[in-house]
């Protein structure tokens, strides 16, 4: 029903930036809240952020407020976490997630995942 595809992982030094892209093919008509999330080796996953189909509402963890910026083109097409002042401990694999509904919030449950993408950061 939802595919989506992560793409703009890979190394930068600490300090650097990194703008990630989820490209998300929607075959219905519903309206659906999308996720970023990352996981790294040994770790449980988490959510860091949450944007509402209009784009009006918008959440983000505590680990990545005034860094990190999640934005969309449109209520469909590509989602986009643009990723500031990168440090080592946000190495991780990072995933887009969608999810039916209107709002954004921390609440990690969703329903549609990608494949993830890379993300090093080197101190």
């Known amino acids: 029903q939802v595919h989506l595809v992560e793409s703009g992982g890979g190394l930068v030094q600490s300090g650097g930036s990194l703008r990630l892209s989820c490209a998300v093919s929607?075959?219905?008509?519903?309206?659906?809240?999308t996720g970023w999330f990352r996981q790294a080796p040994g770790k449980e996953r988490e959510i860091l952020a949450a944007i509402s189909p209009g784009g009006a509402n918008i959440a983000y963890a505590d680990s990545v407020k005034g860094r990190f910026t999640i934005s969309r083109d449109g209520a469909e097409g590509t989602v986009y976490l643009q990723m500031n002042s990168l440090k080592p401990e946000d190495t991780a694999v990072y995933y887009c997630?969608?999810?039916?509904?209107?709002?954004?919030?921390?609440?990690?449950?969703?329903?549609?995942w990608g494949q993830g993408t890379q993300v090093t950061v080197s101190s």
């Open positions: 997630a969608a999810r039916r509904g209107s709002y954004a919030d921390l609440d990690p449950t969703y329903d549609y």
């Open positions: 929607e075959h219905t008509f519903i309206r659906y809240a």
